[in-house]
């Protein structure tokens, strides 16, 4: 029985479907979803004024981006928490499942430009590496 889902997000309205399709199956399945969103690099940036200062890193903005999706998918019987994870996205959600033994990754197929591809490259690569079941959502 899978008690564990996750579905990485990255603001993007194909994301926030593929993760409401996410919240779906978690309510229906009795399972705890997890909203992850992936950051590729560790910048730190300082923004102010005057002698206000304030640090902020690429993870804080992907964990902001993360919660406001989870807080968009609440409902009743729903288990949720959200995160930011540096990383390549399909890396971060194959590492991510590899913490469970009893997990489903969720991805949306966001298609690429060109007759041949037919997944975008994250779900391609989920696909190709994830240790357990995907669940591919039609999101275009």
């Known amino acids: 029985m899978t008690t564990h889902l996750i579905v990485g997000v990255d603001g993007s309205d194909t994301a926030r ?29 300082e923004v102010g004024v005057g002698s206000d200062r304030l ?5 804080d903005e992907a964990a ?6 989870a807080r968009s998918l609440h409902r009743a019987g729903l288990s949720i928490d959200s995160g930011a994870r540096y990383g390549k996205p399909a890396d ?9 033994d009893d997990v489903l990754i969720v991805v ?7 007759p041949a591809r037919l997944l ?10 994830a240790p357990c079941d995907v669940y591919v959502v039609k999101t275009t």
């Open 17 to 45: 479907h593929a993760a409401q399709t996410a919240a779906s199956l978690a309510v229906r399945l009795g399972g705890h979803l997890h909203v992850i969103m992936a950051c590729d690099d560790q910048e730190t940036v």
């Open 92 to 100: 971060v959600l194959c590492e991510e499942a590899r913490r469970y």
């Open 108 to 114: 949306g197929n966001k298609r690429v430009q060109g």
């Open 64 to 69: 902001a981006v993360a919660a406001e999706v």
């Open 120 to 129: 975008g490259s994250v779900a391609s690569a989920v696909l190709q590496h």
């Open 55 to 59: 640090l902020i890193n690429r993870a």
